[in-house]
């Protein structure tokens, strides 16, 4: 079963402001807030254009939307565990990301927490083992957070 449009339009448009957001935050250890409304704009303009025309249900976006939300408040509280691991760029960016993969079910948006972590912290430890970084250095999550996404996407299978 295909997607409907809507689903395949945000996708679209949210795949290069995320290779933006992972570019500069790489590079800067920052996703600017500018970047990340465009992101959310991007993918809730089609979703909510989807949902007034019919071709995606109200309570499959209402369900992305609390997939989402509960992303945001656990990438939150996460950060208020330790000062200076995620800042509130990842967090803005986690609720972006979960909605999109909520959108595949809740099962899509735990993985992709999951695999951030995974991917993340497997890049942490390389880092560390070739001595590119020490304990105390940050590593950007945003990059792992959106190949994550992008990773449980594509496993999700577009026409599921």
């Known amino acids: 079963m295909t997607q409907p449009v809507a689903i395949v339009a945000a996708g679209v448009l949210l795949l290069p402001v995320c290779?933006?957001?992972?570019?500069?935050?790489?590079r800067s250890h920052r996703l600017p807030d500018r970047l990340v409304a465009?992101?959310?704009?991007v993918l809730l303009v089609p979703l909510v254009a989807g949902?007034?025309?019919?071709?995606?249900?109200?309570?499959r976006l209402g369900w992305a939307?609390?997939?989402?939300?509960?992303?945001?408040?656990?990438?939150?509280?996460?950060?208020?565990?330790r000062v200076g691991g995620l800042g509130l760029?990842?967090?803005?960016?986690?609720?972006?990301?979960?909605?999109?993969?909520?959108?595949?079910?809740?099962?899509?948006a735990v993985?992709?927490?999951?695999?951030t972590f995974v991917l993340g912290g497997l890049w942490a430890l390389t880092l560390l083992v070739s001595r590119r970084a020490g304990l105390r250095d940050h590593v950007a999550l945003g990059p792992w957070m959106i190949l994550a996404a992008a990773l449980v996407t594509a496993g999700a299978g577009l026409g599921s």
């Not at 290779?19 to 790489?26: P, S």
């Not at 990301?97 to 099962?107: D, I, P, S, V």
């Open 19 to 26: 290779g933006i957001l992972a570019v500069v935050d790489a």
């Open 89 to 108: 760029g990842d967090v803005k960016l986690s609720g972006a990301l979960g909605t999109w993969l909520g959108l595949f079910g809740w099962e899509a």
């Open 51 to 59: 949902v007034l025309a019919g071709n995606v249900t109200g309570s």
């Open 38 to 41: 465009l992101a959310y704009a």
């Open 111 to 115: 993985a992709g927490v999951v695999l």
């Open 65 to 81: 939307l609390a997939a989402g939300a509960v992303t945001m408040v656990g990438y939150f509280l996460l950060g208020l565990l």
